[in-house]
T-cell receptor
Framework: EAGVAQSPRYKIIEKRQSVAFWCNPI?????LYWYQQILGQGPKLLIQ????????DSQLPKDRFSAERLKGVDSTLKIQPAKLEDSAVYLC???????????????FGPGTRLTVL | GQNIDQPTEMTATEGAIVQINCTYQ??????LFWYQQHAGEAPTFLSY??LDGLEEKGRFSSFLSRSKGYSYLLLKELQMKDSASYLC??????????WGAGTKLIIKP
């Protein structure tokens, strides 16, 4: 079974530029998550989708970040304009169905390491 | 507020046993996860506990005490490849995962 795919793996941009990340979840997984992870910290949830609907985007800086999952499969996360503090690893994860109960397990993609100069 | 506490860093010797503790204060409890994360890589799932007691999976075991808000991950027969960060995460009453900052485990020969 293929895992969660993400691209690109690395990205270096100047501040105020825009950037987009792509994620393809495990086939059949209804729930998709985008996390931001800063070195030495745990993952911080940015947004959670159930199929093509948003479950939680309370920690998404909506003035600069946006995300979509239009057909309920692939997802993109965009930052526009980027700031220095956005330098982090952006992780995409998917799970079978978060409404199914406590044991629903998240599986992570390899992440995108973003450096903002 | 919701809080997960783990030691920042631990050091152990190859072949030994190490216990990584996790204490939590969350609004409700619907299970606790342990993930392993090697440097520069994504977290990978290790274990899930929802009932009190010990769950053993090869060299790794995970323990949960819901009344104490406490869990630990026990790693036996340590190998150099076990050098990684270990993340504790708790599912709260809204079924959201609350993540700890992780424990960096350094294995010395």
């Amino acid at each position: 079974e293929a895992g969660v795919a993400q691209s690109p793996r690395y990205k270096i941009i100047e501040k105020r530029q825009s950037v987009a990340f792509w994620c393809n979840p495990i086939s059949g997984h209804a729930t998709l998550y985008w996390y931001q992870q800063i070195l030495g910290q745990g993952p911080k949830l940015l947004i959670q989708f159930q199929n093509n609907g948003v479950v939680d985007d309370s920690q998404l800086p909506k003035d600069r970040f946006s995300a979509e999952r239009l057909k309920g499969v692939d997802s993109t996360l965009k930052i526009q304009p980027a700031k220095l503090e956005d330098s982090a690893v952006y992780l995409c994860a998917s799970s079978l169905d978060w409404t199914s109960g406590g044991a629903d397990t998240q599986y992570f993609g390899p992440g995108t390491r973003l450096t903002v100069l | 507020g919701q809080n997960i506490d783990q030691p920042t860093e631990m050091t152990a010797t190859e072949g030994a046993i190490v216990q990584i503790n996790c204490t939590y204060q969350t609004s409700g409890f619907n299970g606790l996860f342990w993930y392993q994360q090697h440097a520069g890589e994504a977290p990978t799932f290790l274990s899930y506990n929802v009932l009190d007691g010990l769950e053993e999976k090869g060299r790794f075991s995970s323990f949960l005490s819901r009344s104490k808000g406490y869990s630990y991950l026990l790693l036996k027969e340590l190998q150099m490849k076990d050098s990684a960060s270990y993340l504790c995460a708790v599912r709260d009453s809204n079924y959201q995962l609350i993540w700890g900052a992780g424990t960096k485990l350094i294995i010395k020969p």
